[in-house]
């Protein structure tokens, strides 16, 4: 069985930085595209960055590009959300996930394309 593990998430002040861990389990984790996505209360789930299953290449949304970093993890099946200079509307539950497709050449943004979800970790910035 697939399992997606988020962690790291807490409480912090606007400016500072953290960063997520989401452990992967049950499949080859080097074929599959992984993505965070995040969801505010009263919002729509919405996607913020991805990771190609080879590693060599990476996608962000507009409203984090130069801020947020995904990379693998230094842990093995790991994939890390490095979130810097973070702000109020960052605050969400960020979730985890690993697409359906077998190494799908552009990762997805669109969430019906993932099969395997976290339970989320909140993250909440005060201002």
């Known amino acids: 069985q697939v399992q997606v593990v988020e962690s790291g998430g807490g409480l912090v002040q606007a400016g500072d930085s953290l960063r997520l861990t989401c452990a992967i389990s049950g499949r080859t984790f080097s074929s599959y595209n992984t993505a965070w996505f995040r969801q505010a209360p009263g919002n729509e789930r919405e996607f913020v960055a991805a990771?190609?299953?080879?590693?060599?290449?990476?996608y962000y949304a507009d409203s984090v590009k130069g801020r947020f970093t995904i990379s693998r993890g230094k842990v093995k099946d790991t994939v890390v959300l490095e979130m810097n200079k973070l702000k109020p509307d960052d605050t969400a539950v960020y979730y985890c996930?690993?697409?359906?497709?077998?190494?799908?050449?552009?990762?997805?943004?669109?969430?019906?394309?993932?099969?395997?979800w976290g339970q989320g970790t909140r993250v909440a910035v005060s201002s």
């Open positions: 990771i190609k299953w080879s590693g060599t290449t990476t």
């Open positions: 996930a690993t697409e359906s497709t077998r190494q799908r050449n552009n990762p997805s943004r669109d969430p019906e394309a993932y099969a395997y």
